[in-house]
């Protein structure tokens, strides 16, 4: 089980670290003071990333927009209010089948920031390629599903 560790305080809606890969914005909100963070994830994505698993947990909060989420090996679509709960290592992930989709992630664990921070630099340059994605992923503790 993961102890949760964080600095009280209040971070005002204006106090944020912006990322971006292809088709995602990523606000990082809350980084600081502890294992919890909280992300702001604005995609148009429609594919997603591949199912995946990492060693933090993850609680994914649909604000706007549609989503389809996948896990446990089947896809269900949400909108507004769906709630996707993922202990670490559950293999999962996320689309926007049209339009735009606006989240909110909840990670406790080891920190997500770092790794979004790596793969947008990656993207920075252009196309990323799969050997760099894989690389940074590994190092952050992700597996693709089967891995």
């Given at each position: 089980m993961t102890?949760?560790?964080m600095?009280?305080?209040?971070?005002?809606?204006?106090?944020?670290e912006?990322?971006?890969?292809?088709?995602?914005?990523?606000?990082?909100?809350?980084t600081?003071?502890?294992?919890?963070?909280?992300?702001?994830?604005?995609?148009?994505?429609?594919?997603?990333?591949?199912?995946?698993?990492?060693?933090?947990?993850?609680?994914?909060?649909?604000?706007?927009?549609e989503?389809e989420?996948?896990?446990?090996?089947?896809?269900t679509?949400?909108?507004?209010?769906?709630?996707?709960?993922?202990p670490?290592?559950?293999?999962?992930?996320?689309?926007v089948?049209?339009g735009?989709?606006?989240?909110?992630?909840?990670?406790?664990?080891?920190?997500?920031?770092?790794?979004?921070?790596?793969?947008?630099?990656l993207?920075?340059?252009?196309?990323?390629?799969?050997?760099?994605?894989?690389?940074?992923?590994?190092?952050?503790?992700?597996?693709?599903?089967?891995?």
């Open positions: 102890d949760v560790h600095t009280p305080g209040v971070i005002t809606g204006d106090r944020f912006t990322v971006h890969y292809p088709d995602d914005e990523i606000r990082l909100r809350v600081q003071g502890g294992n919890v963070q909280v992300i702001e994830y604005i995609s148009t994505d429609r594919e997603g990333p591949p199912p995946h698993s990492h060693p933090w947990h993850e609680v994914e909060f649909v604000i706007d927009g989503v989420f996948y896990v446990d090996g089947q896809w679509r949400g909108g507004p209010g769906t709630v996707q709960m993922l670490a290592g559950s293999n999962h992930s996320v689309r089948p049209s735009t989709a606006r989240l909110l992630y909840v990670t406790i664990g080891p920190p997500y920031d770092g790794f979004a921070r790596e793969l947008s630099h993207y920075a340059g252009g196309k990323a390629d799969a050997s760099g994605i894989v690389e940074i992923a590994h190092r952050y503790g992700l597996r693709l599903e089967g891995e």
